[in-house]
């Protein structure tokens, strides 16, 4: 029964994937998300149906256009197949409301994927132009702050009015990381960054939000290890290394696995 509902969800997810890859391509472009049929960047041949499957058309067609054998992005089944991922991965978080009542389960899928929609949008931009959109940004957070009104604990009213402790979460969470930034001059630190932290503070609260941020920089210490150790790739103060991707990857893992902080710690002490 589970596993129908994880395929279904996946399935949906890579659909969600391959409007992203649109949305990603298209934004501050003067084209139209939702008008226009795709087509192939290089030769402009119009895409039938069965060249817009997600992940399986790119494995079909080699990575290769059908008209013109241009090589395709490896992007494009790479965003829908991790789409498809995280999409399932939020329906296994909220999989005990299942139990409680359907119409909520449905709610806070629709919400939450919704929300990490925007955030691989986010993370994808982050890693191709080092810059995190204020516009994607300021969304998310918006509706990361919309989410301490709602009570995912499926038991009692969906909506609840938060408290000061839920609400100043965002806020306390991002201001050191605004400090750095103001202090460095945007060397060890973006704006942007610190606004994700914001929506994050809001999202996951004090305890998991800290798990989220210690996790992340322990996943670009590691990240930055293997390129040092395998690339040719140089490291120093001055490489922007988008930070992004890391805070959004933890915020995957801590919803998966439920870990906050105390757990985090009681992890590695012995
Ligand atoms: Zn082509």
Redesign the pocket.
Known sequence: MYTIIFIIVFLLGTIIGSFLNVVIYRFNTSRSVVVGRS???????KLNWYEMIPVLSFIFQKGK??????TISHQYPLVEFITGIVFAVIAFHFLPILYISVNTFVFLLSFYVFIFSILIVIAVYDLRHKIIPDRLVYTFAFFALVSTFINTTGIGDLFVVPNIWSLSTGIVLALPFALIWLLSRGRLMGLGDAKLILGIGWLFGYSQGIAVLVLSFWIGAVFSLIVLLFTKMKISMKTEIPFAPFLILAMIIVLYTGINIFKLSALISF
């Open positions: 087509i192939c960047m290089t030769c402009s041949h256009c059908r008209s013109c054998s241009t």
